[in-house]
């Protein structure tokens, strides 16, 4: 027995010539948005902030869908949240906008059109 399997032995570890190569699988890879996309939220999270509309946000990557949620105060639920689910690209739409209840307020393919949910509707009055 040589010096090192022999002090791994009194320390009751196993020699390395013993030990199996087990495949490790790799960690699964969460959903998030990339730069574009971060950017096109961003500029209307901001605007919403300097109109004094919402306060707070919060970022939640799982492994099917990123989560963008925005509150009007931290203590609160989010009052809308912006959500990519890559599964549904091909369907109805990889983005969506939800309200508090849950009601999807517009999908699509592509963010930048579905943002302008939260655009103000100018309105034109003839005097």
């Known amino acids: 027995m040589s010096e090192a399997e022999e002090s791994l032995s009194l320390r009751g570890g196993t020699p390395y010539s013993s030990l199996s190569a087990a495949p490790v699988k790799p960690a699964p890879v969460a959903t998030s948005f990339n730069r574009r996309e ?3 939220i961003l500029r209307v999270y ?3 902030v ?7 946000y919060a970022m939640d990557f799982h492994k099917d869908k990123a989560i963008f949620s925005i509150f009007r105060r931290t203590s609160e639920i989010p009052i809308y949240r912006i959500e990519k689910e890559p599964k549904n690209a091909r369907k109805q739409g990889a983005y969506a906008v939800v309200a508090a209840g849950g009601m999807v307020l517009k999908r699509g393919h ?3 059109k579905v943002l302008r949910v939260f655009e103000k509707k100018r ?3 003839l005097v």
């Open 50 to 56: 300097s109109e004094g509309e919402w306060r707070d």
């Open 110 to 112: 592509d963010l930048e």
């Open 46 to 48: 901001g605007r919403m």
């Open 123 to 125: 309105h034109l009055r």
């Open 38 to 40: 971060l950017g096109q």
